[in-house]
């Protein structure tokens, strides 16, 4: 509230000192300035945010997780963005690891997934408590982009917002092979997908484990 204030204090300034030229000019300056300013103070944001999957398998559940995932959400524009290395993937076998790094994930071609779209609900990120809500957006996983829907929560708590969701991903979408051994499939064509993470004011940097 304190930029809209000093703005309009400057632009009374501006309407003594200069023409009628300039005066709109430096107007829209001072505005788009603190509009800037104002988007930039709601962007909440982590890097350790917690990602795990999982697949029931007949021999060994395929299980792993990701406790460094970049998160951020713009809570005056619902932009929200999910950004996940790979190979930050930590399995409960070593081999399990390895093989889906090398022969399904394919790290080294595809390093990446990423989901970018926006966050809709009721939400009041002034007000604590948990709001349901929705994100739509683009969700790349081993080179291919698909529009996706998913419900989750998003929990407003001492100045932090805590965010939730889980969905199934189906790995033919995404041209991911099924792990077989003699033609039987050894994980479910769909994967589990859990997303969890703590976002703080970007001002307030977000430390790696």
């Given at each position: 509230?304190?930029?809209?204030?000093?703005?309009?204090?400057?632009?009374?300034?501006?309407?003594?000192?200069?023409?009628?030229?300039?005066?709109?000019?430096?107007?829209?300056?001072?505005?788009?300035?603190?509009?800037?300013g104002i988007n930039a103070q709601n962007i909440f944001s982590t890097g350790i945010g917690h990602v795990s999957f999982y697949s029931k398998a007949p021999i060994s559940d395929v299980d792993a997780v990701n406790d460094k995932v970049n998160v951020e959400l713009n809570t005056s524009t619902q932009e929200f963005s999910c950004?996940?290395?790979?190979?930050?993937?930590?399995?409960?076998?070593?081999?399990?690891?390895?093989d889906a790094r090398k022969k399904y994930i394919e790290i080294?071609?595809?390093?990446?997934?990423?989901?970018k779209g926006k966050i809709t609900g009721k939400i009041d990120y002034e007000k604590p408590g948990s709001y349901p809500a929705t994100s739509t957006g683009k969700l790349t996983i081993h080179g291919v982009e698909k529009q996706v829907?998913?419900?989750?929560?998003?929990?407003?708590?001492?100045?932090?917002?805590?965010?939730?969701?889980?969905?199934n991903v189906r790995l033919k979408d995404y041209n991911i092979n099924t792990p077989k051994i003699?033609?039987?499939?050894?994980?479910?064509?769909?994967?589990?997908?859990?997303?969890?993470?703590?976002?703080?004011?970007?001002?307030?940097?977000?430390?790696?484990?």
């Open positions: 509230m304190w930029r809209i204030f000093l703005t309009a204090y400057f632009l009374r300034i501006i309407g003594t000192k200069y023409d009628n030229m300039k005066a709109p000019i430096i107007m829209i300056l001072f505005i788009t300035l603190t509009i800037t950004d996940i290395a790979m190979k930050e993937f930590k399995f409960k076998s070593g081999k399990m690891g390895r080294d071609a595809y390093p990446n997934a990423s989901f829907s998913e419900n989750g929560t998003v929990i407003v708590q001492d100045g932090k917002l805590r965010l939730e969701s889980q969905f003699l033609g039987q499939k050894m994980t479910q064509d769909d994967v589990l997908v859990k997303i969890n993470a703590t976002l703080t004011k970007q001002d307030k940097k977000p430390t790696r484990k």
